[in-house]
């Protein structure tokens, strides 16, 4: 039965370098995102440069409906899914009273429920099969409050609790999960101008990267960058109510408005 290692938000950014560095390593691929466009340009590239299966899926995984008739694909396929990288996600910014509740609503469809339901079908099908790894994609803004990115902070928050949580329950049945906690990335979508061009700011390339090494050593928690691992190690010693003040002001200088 061939291999796949299914990865979601893999149309762009994060999810598209981890695509890129997994395929590189000899990985088959079932890609996931909204749109099948991009998808399908994306597969074909990666198939020729690294002789390697690529299958895509345009499939909302925020709306539950389709997020069932995926897997229900998935089981009837009888593809074996080795290794699950969770990365797809979205995000809010700015007052929550503010915000339409219906991105919200997605925001907490996606980040936390989409995530959560993959993790129990695919982690049940990893047990039948005798193992596999399952890699969620969480934040450096799980460590702390993020006043002004509320939903955002907590959704990541409770990845990182799931995962370390997960790791520990499924080792014993040869399940590995690891939790990747990126800072900020480069991106040109993020107005984080003042900080896109310092060295602390890593491309989605080196994450990625950093990200496939840690996963073939089973690291529990990955944290791409030096000063990325001070600032969480910082976050959890140091005061809560320090945490909030600082976090708040990060997120109304640097984040997008």
Known sequence: MPRYTLITGASSGLG????????????NLILVARQRDPLEAIALELAQRFDVEVL????????????????LELEESERRIE???????????GPFLAQDWGLEQDLIELNVLALTRLCHALGNAMA??????ILNVASLAAFQPGPWMASYS???????HFSEALREELKRIGIKVSVLCPGPVRSPLRN????????????????AL?????????????????????????AR????????KISGYINTTYSPR
């Not at 598209?16 to 990985?27: C, N, V």
């Not at 895509?56 to 897997?71: K, N």
């Not at 290794?83 to 910014?93: D, E, K, T």
């Not at 039948?128 to 790894?133: N, S, V, W």
């Open 16 to 27: 598209l370098a981890l695509a890129e560095a997994l395929a590189r390593r000899g990985r």
């Open 56 to 71: 895509i899926r345009a499939c909302d995984l925020g709306e539950p409906l389709r997020l069932s008739g995926f897997l």
């Open 83 to 93: 290794l699950l990288v969770n990365c797809a996600g979205i995000r809010s910014y």
């Open 128 to 133: 039948i099969q005798g193992g596999g790894q």
């Open 154 to 160: 907590a959704s990541k928050a409770y990845v990182l």
């Open 192 to 207: 984080i101008a003042r900080l896109q061009g310092a060295s602390q700011v890593l491309s989605p390339e080196e994450v």
């Open 210 to 234: 950093y990200t496939v090494r840690a996963l073939e050593k089973n690291r529990a928690i990955i944290i791409p960058g030096r000063r990325n691992r001070w600032l969480a190690n910082a």
């Open 237 to 244: 010693l140091g005061s809560r109510w320090l945490a909030r």
